[in-house]
């Protein structure tokens, strides 16, 4: 897994798996890449790709524009997020937790990721199932697409933003 941060813009870009195919033809084989690409802009949107090409760099290129296409928002609050979600893609699943402040992002590789391009700080994601690096990212996006602020929240349920909110010690 690397990070790029873009020369034209201030997006952070993670490559998060390069995987080279083999296509067996009459002379040989042939190899080609696709690279899964994960980009936000650490500010509460975040898009994922995947580019193949019969070069790294232009898979990797690929994957980045399609990310920066697919790019959706996110709500947090603050550096973490308002309540526990689940996402689930084909076998995988994550549950993923609201942090306290300074506990950093306890998740591994892909999700940890996307929680870095999306701008959540404090957070904690168990991964259950599947460890594939696809549905993994996909199952995250799916967990934090559903997230709803505090607002959402107490307007549906018709209760005041106060009640719901956690009490800051201190």
Known sequence: MSERVGEKSDLIEKVIKVNRVAKVVKGGR??????????GDGKGRVGYGLGKANEVTEAVRKGIERATKNMKRVVTE???IAHKV????GASK????PGQPGQGIVAAGPVRAV???VGIHDIAVKRLGSS???NMIKAALDGIFKLKSYEEIAVRRGVPVERLRPVKAG
């Open 115 to 117: 929680m870095e391009c």
């Open 86 to 89: 689940v996402g689930r893609y």
């Open 78 to 80: 603050g550096r973490t």
């Open 30 to 39: 042939r190899f080609s890449f696709n690279a899964l690409v994960v980009v």
């Open 94 to 97: 994550v549950v993923i937790t």
């Open 132 to 134: 594939n690096p696809h």
